[in-house]
């Protein structure tokens, strides 16, 4: 691990937002959580989570940038009880606390793990700023303890979830895909799309990801990578939000090779042929004034990293 870290230095870690290029869904389990097979991939949006030493047992979060004010800044702040779960997990004989700064540009509530990502940023952050003795497997068990999608946001690339989604496996993909998000203005809970996949049965038994998706990406082909993504919470998320069939249709108007909500929702992801395409099709659908805000990304990046 780095060199300590003084009381005054800031630790500044970036951690990237994501998409499921596949999200099979099975039913309900008996903790609540939906059994998954996904496929993640990190994508280039980033939240920045920075930590400086606070006095013992004191964890504050102040949070910056778009959609700052949806983010709560008590102790129901996911990064927050990132810190805590980490300092209570070192020992409580250590004197330890954090502030932490976010600067968000993942979207809230949005179907991207905003959440989640800022939670792993602050557990990397905080190893750091605290000098722990602590390994990337054991920080992977604390992120999944915080939600299921926290694991991936450390490791970022490209994986395979099983489990919750917080059973990791890497998965081999060759190249950069070009995706273009639209974020929208109203946010989608994630229990509420679980909710109402569960009362349209839309569950899938058994449950696998895609090999097609898998040898799309083994072989660097974006036109086959289209044709296979798939997302079973999609129908879910439309039901809850009919108006991101318009969203979806316009992309796939515009050019786009394939067009799906992002995990939960509701942020719609355009997957692009070419860096010069998704370029064309971000212009386009920015003009058509139906979304709040439009991104164009590429992926895969890696996940919560040190910024030096
Ligand atoms: O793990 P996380 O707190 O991010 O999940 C948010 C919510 O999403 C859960 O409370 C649950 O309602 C739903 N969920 C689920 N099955 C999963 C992951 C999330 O039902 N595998």
Same mark, same amino acid.
């Given at each position: 691990m780095a060199s300590p870290v003084t009381e005054t230095e800031a630790v500044r870690v970036r951690v990237a937002g994501k998409v499921n290029l596949a999200l099979r869904c099975g039913p309900r389990r008996p903790d609540g959580y939906h059994s998954l097979a996904t496929v993640f991939q990190a994508v280039s949006v980033f939240d920045e989570v920075e930590a400086t030493w606070a006095k013992p047992g004191r964890f504050t979060v102040t949070v910056l940038g778009d959609q700052a004010d949806l983010v709560p800044t008590g102790e129901s702040n996911l990064a927050a009880k990132a810190a805590r779960l980490l300092a209570a997990t070192v020992g409580a004989d250590q004197p330890l606390g954090a502030d932490l700064v976010i600067?968000?540009?993942?979207?809230?509530?949005?179907g991207m793990a905003g959440g989640s990502a800022d939670a792993a940023g602050a557990l990397l952050a905080c190893a750091v700023l605290w000098d722990l003795d602590i390994t990337p497997d054991e920080l992977r068990d604390l992120g999944a303890q915080l939600g299921a999608d926290v694991p991936f946001c450390?490791?970022?690339g490209t994986a395979l979830g099983?489990?919750?989604?917080?059973? +990791?496996?890497?998965? *081999? #993909?060759?190249g950069t895909y070009h995706w273009v998000l639209a974020f929208s203005a109203a946010e989608l809970s994630t229990p509420a799309v679980f909710a109402k996949f569960d009362e349209l049965g839309l569950a899938v038994e058994p449950l696998e990801a895609p090999p097609e998706i898998l040898n799309a990406l083994v072989s660097g082909d974006v036109h086959a990578l289209g044709k296979s993504l798939v997302n079973d919470l999609e129908p879910a998320a439309l039901a809850l939000r009919p108006q991101l069939g318009q969203v979806l249709e316009a992309g796939?108007?515009?050019?786009?090779?394939?067009?799906?909500?992002?995990?939960?929702?509701p942020t719609v992801a355009f997957l692009a042929a070419?860096?010069?395409?998704?370029?064309? +099709?971000?212009?386009? *659908? #920015?003009?058509?004034?139906?979304?709040?805000?439009?991104?164009r990304v590429s992926g895969p990046v890696p996940g919560?990293?040190?910024?030096?």
């Amino acid at each position: 691990m780095a060199s300590p870290v003084t009381e005054t230095e800031a630790v500044r870690v970036r951690v990237a937002g994501k998409v499921n290029l596949a999200l099979r869904c099975g039913p309900r389990r008996p903790d609540g959580y939906h059994s998954l097979a996904t496929v993640f991939q990190a994508v280039s949006v980033f939240d920045e989570v920075e930590a400086t030493w606070a006095k013992p047992g004191r964890f504050t979060v102040t949070v910056l940038g778009d959609q700052a004010d949806l983010v709560p800044t008590g102790e129901s702040n996911l990064a927050a009880k990132a810190a805590r779960l980490l300092a209570a997990t070192v020992g409580a004989d250590q004197p330890l606390g954090a502030d932490l700064v976010i600067r968000k540009s993942i979207p809230v509530t949005g179907g991207m793990a905003g959440g989640s990502a800022d939670a792993a940023g602050a557990l990397l952050a905080c190893a750091v700023l605290w000098d722990l003795d602590i390994t990337p497997d054991e920080l992977r068990d604390l992120g999944a303890q915080l939600g299921a999608d926290v694991p991936f946001c450390l490791v970022g690339g490209t994986a395979l979830g099983t489990g919750r989604g917080d059973q +990791l496996a890497p998965v *081999l #993909s060759r190249g950069t895909y070009h995706w273009v998000l639209a974020f929208s203005a109203a946010e989608l809970s994630t229990p509420a799309v679980f909710a109402k996949f569960d009362e349209l049965g839309l569950a899938v038994e058994p449950l696998e990801a895609p090999p097609e998706i898998l040898n799309a990406l083994v072989s660097g082909d974006v036109h086959a990578l289209g044709k296979s993504l798939v997302n079973d919470l999609e129908p879910a998320a439309l039901a809850l939000r009919p108006q991101l069939g318009q969203v979806l249709e316009a992309g796939r108007e515009l050019g786009a090779i394939a067009a799906m909500v992002s995990g939960s929702g509701p942020t719609v992801a355009f997957l692009a042929a070419n860096e010069p395409s998704a370029v064309d +099709l971000s212009v386009k *659908l #920015s003009s058509l004034g139906i979304c709040r805000a439009v991104k164009r990304v590429s992926g895969p990046v890696p996940g919560a990293r040190l910024v030096v």
